[in-house]
């Protein structure tokens, strides 16, 4: 395909996630408001390498457009907001907090919400963790580091930053934590079973304390 075909391409898929996005977000976002978005993260995940995947790259930008505006929508007040959200920041967003987004996502069925970010996004999630991940039964080799923005902290109810020294700013009524976990980035496998294990631990204390106990009648 030539760079002039690939181009037009992009931008139809663009077009269509936008599209997408608009049906998903009718009556909350105008298609003015997601273009921006879309257009806001296309270029971010380009210029940080993602653009080596180009026939993704809308796609990835779409996700990432609709978790923000979820995001926004929640801290606006526009959406109502049914189970609690959680936050997961460390500086490349590849590896400690993809893995605590993960697994609060599997420990929680799904109930509760769940974003990750970071001050300096990767490239990709370190593959190790891709890895050690699959041996338990989660996988997440479509997750893609992300930058941390305004509106996820803000529609966040518990932020976790990962022992990295990454700062959020601070909202009143949110609950901050500090996890001290090792980097797992360029350890070998052994290692990083264990940094997986030992945010697991903590994943489900989080999980047992923001899901409420439902008793028999």
Request: net charge negative; aromatic share 6%.
């Amino acid at each position: 395909m030539s760079e002039q075909s690939s181009v037009f391409s992009a931008e139809r898929n663009l077009e269509r996630e936008v599209g997408r996005l608009a049906e998903e977000f009718h009556g909350v976002w105008s298609r003015e408001t997601i273009a921006r978005f879309l257009s806001e993260c296309h270029t971010e995940l380009e210029q940080r390498g993602r653009g080596r995947v180009v026939n993704f790259l809308p796609l990835m930008a779409g996700r990432f457009a609709r978790d923000r505006l979820w995001a926004l929508a929640q801290a606006e007040g526009l959406v109502e907001k049914t189970h609690p959200e959680a936050l997961f920041v460390c500086v490349r967003n590849a590896g400690r907090s993809q893995i605590a987004a993960a697994l609060t996502h599997h420990l929680s069925n799904g109930w509760i919400g769940v974003r990750s970010a970071g001050s300096l996004p990767g490239e990709e999630v370190q593959p190790t963790v891709v890895r050690v991940m699959e041996e338990i039964g989660v996988d997440i080799h479509t997750e893609f580091p992300k930058p941390l923005t305004d509106e996820v902290v803000r529609a966040a109810d518990v932020v976790v930053t990962m022992g990295c020294g990454d700062a959020c700013p601070v909202y009143p009524g949110k609950r901050y934590e500090d996890w001290q976990v090792a980097d797992p980035a360029d350890q070998p496998t052994e290692v990083v079973r264990q940094i997986r294990d030992d945010i697991k631990l903590r994943v489900e204390a989080l999980v047992a304390q923001l899901t409420p106990v439902v008793t028999g009648g």
